[in-house]
T-cell receptor, first 117, second 111 residues
């Protein structure tokens, strides 16, 4: 079946502009995660949904970052008033996550590369 | 913040050589995954280890989870140019929670 898809793949924004990044998880996957990856670094956790509930948003760097998953499938990460330090690759991952340890496995999308000028 | 330390950060070797990448932490993880990431793509899962002392083999790749579930290693035998990429270890403290990633090891294998 289809994997995790993200759109757009590339986004260039002017400083101060709002952006919205979309994630389509694997069908049937309960959990959805957003990560931020700086160049040459490992991904860093932003936020996590189980179905439509946002269970953890402790990684969001500021109140300019907002994520939603209203119907428990597609998710959108929104960044308001973008700053240059927001430039990074934003990765989405999904997981079956039924509370059993084997379902910790997360499957990643290709990411959206955001460049803020 | 619970950190996963990966070493080495960069590794450049010739085809046919062996190598080991290490992933260490001061905290215990319920599971640990190894991912490989190529430029412009998301990380791709290689293996999950969940039991202390567990060893898993995937062709020329051998993964080991430490007895105390605080560390892991990835060993590649007879590296090939196709092994080039960013190798990431990632741990979870509880099932279904966010992964904590190491900073990665950039491997370059030349012919």
């Amino acid at each position: 079946g289809a994997g995790v898809s993200q759109s757009p793949r590339y986004k260039v924004a002017k400083r101060g502009q709002d952006v919205a990044l979309r994630c389509d998880p694997i069908s049937g996957h309960v959990s959805l995660f957003w990560y931020q990856q700086a160049l040459g670094q490992g991904p860093e956790f932003l936020t996590y949904f189980q179905n439509e509930a946002q269970l953890d948003k402790s990684g969001l760097p500021s109140d300019r970052f907002f994520a939603e998953r209203p119907e428990g499938s597609v998710s959108t990460l929104k960044i308001q008033r973008t700053q240059q330090e927001d430039s990074a690759v934003y990765l989405c991952a999904s997981s079956l996550s039924l509370g059993k340890i084997w379902y910790n496995e997360q499957f990643f999308g290709p990411g959206t590369r955001l460049t803020v000028l | 913040t619970q950190l996963l330390e990966q070493s080495p950060q960069f590794l450049s070797i010739q085809e046919g050589e062996n190598l080991t990448v290490y992933c260490n932490s001061s905290s215990v993880f319920s599971s640990l995954q190894w991912y490989r990431q190529e430029p412009g793509e998301g990380p791709v899962l290689l293996v999950t280890v969940v039991t202390g002392g567990e060893v898993k083999k995937l062709k020329r790749l051998t993964f080991q989870f430490g007895d105390a579930r605080k560390d892991s290693s990835l060993h590649i035998t007879a590296a090939q140019t196709g092994d080039t990429g960013l190798y990431l270890c990632a741990g979870a403290h509880q099932a279904g929670t966010a992964l904590i990633f190491g900073k990665g090891t950039t491997l370059s294998v030349s012919s």
